[in-house]
């Protein structure tokens, strides 16, 4: 007799650290779009693992490639080559149309790796004098959870009791070119910044705002870094969330999707001289670039590609945002999205978002709540038509469900 429920999350709360508060559900299986529990419970999955499994649960062909590199070589640290890195470089730089790659693990360290990078190309190519590297950063940003990262988060929850923390950080409100313009100065090496802030509840930014802000950069010698670790590989209906302005940042960082949820693996991207200025042994990782880590990435972007997923994401996300904008509830404040990387935000007075995630749980939807008041949603990028209008049914009833 297997262990039950209660005996999963009696364990978790007695061993694990309590970092995190995840719904009430143990998940034991998962294909596409869906997800099972212990219990046997089907679950459309519309987190996608913060848009990890972008490619669908266990999807078959990048499974069966990482099986097979599995059996052959996993890890030769960076000290030696394998036959996998110089494959994905070509593959990843014809796919986003970069020059330079450097592969890492975690979103967080591609992040921290292009604060270095930039940092670097600051005081020796840009000509900054040493020490007083400036990076602009937005107010409500998320970039993960290091150190380096926290310390220009404006989250007092992810800060507190944490400190000291490093200078060289200005902090600006997010879709605002004009305090971009104004925090600029001759120190200033670059503007890291999500296309979407998803962590702060899918904030989407006035049209025309990266048009203006790639004029800026451009104009000041800034190196434009765009971490697309969330939007990035098709979650907004393009390959790159940038497409949909048509800017190129100098500095792209992608993650996440990047493994299909196989595996952590991560990349710095550039179109510029940035990565050039790092030399042996002045950054590294031992598991950055394994040959594991390659052959996996490079199956989950060819299936993105060849199977059509960046375009049904346009297409599902068009189909989804439209369903969530026609339910009429004095609950929602806001619907807002774009392909399927989505959000529905409530109005205060209708209580947090987390019992809403509860009451979805109920009828078979996992979504995730942030910020107190947004619930939001990011399912596989691989959802049909039916699949859309099945979630869209149970949303309608959720939202104008009666919770007093």
């Known amino acids: 007799m297997g262990s039950s429920v209660i005996d999963f999350l009696a364990t978790e ?3 694990g650290t309590h970092n995190y508060e995840p719904i009430g559900v143990v998940l034991s299986r998962g294909e596409g779009v869906w997800v099972w529990d212990t219990e046997g419970n089907r679950y459309l999955d519309c987190l996608s693992a913060y848009s990890a499994v972008s490619q669908g649960h266990c999807h078959p062909k990048i499974l069966a490639a990482m099986v097979e590199q599995a059996h052959r070589l996993t890890l030769t640290s960076r000290a030696f080559h394998n036959d996998q890195l110089a494959p994905f470089y070509e593959e990843i730089a014809a796919l986003t149309g970069s020059h330079k790659v450097l592969p890492m693990n975690s979103g967080a360290e591609a992040v921290e790796s292009a604060i270095k990078s930039v940092r670097k190309w600051g005081y020796e190519v840009k000509g900054v004098p040493d020490g007083q590297a400036e990076i602009i ?3 409500d940003n998320f970039h993960g959870r290091t150190l380096g990262v926290v310390g220009f988060s404006t989250d007092p929850e992810t800060r507190k009791h944490f400190g000291p923390f490093a200078a060289g950080f200005k902090i600006i409100p997010f879709g605002d070119a004009a305090a971009l313009e104004a925090a600029i100065t001759p120190n200033t090496v670059a503007f890291l910044v999500e296309p979407i802030q998803g962590e702060a509840g899918v904030i989407i930014p006035p049209a025309g705002y990266f048009t203006k802000v790639r004029e ?16 990035g590989l098709g979650r907004t209906g393009k390959l790159l969330a940038e ?42 990782s031992t598991f950055g670039g394994n040959p594991l880590a390659c052959a996996v990435a490079r199956a989950a972007m060819r299936v993105l590609v060849e199977e059509g997923m960046i375009e049904n994401a346009a297409r599902q996300g068009a189909r989804f945002l439209e369903g969530l904008k026609d339910i009429r509830a004095n609950t929602i404040r806001d619907v807002r999205g774009r392909g399927l990387m989505l959000a529905v ?23 995730k709540d942030t910020h107190e008041h947004t619930i939001r949603i990011a399912p ?5 038509s039916d699949q859309v209008d099945w979630a869209l049914e149970r949303f309608a009833t959720t939202l104008t469900q009666d919770f007093s």
Do not use: W
């Open 13 to 15: 709360r007695r061993l």
């Open 137 to 139: 950063v937005c107010a």
């Open 216 to 231: 800026l950069c451009t104009a000041n010698n800034v190196m434009l870094v765009l971490d697309e670790i969330q939007t």
């Open 243 to 284: 497409h949909h302005e048509g800017v190129e940042a100098d500095v792209t960082l992608l993650g996440k999707a990047l493994s299909g949820g196989f595996y952590p693996v991560s990349a710095v991207l550039s179109n510029n001289e940035v990565l050039g200025t790092l030399k042996p042994g002045q950054h590294g």
């Open 345 to 367: 935000e409530l109005h205060p007075e209708a209580g947090r978002a987390r019992r809403y995630c509860e009451a979805l749980q109920a009828k078979g939807i996992l979504a």
């Open 380 to 384: 596989p990028l691989v959802i049909t």
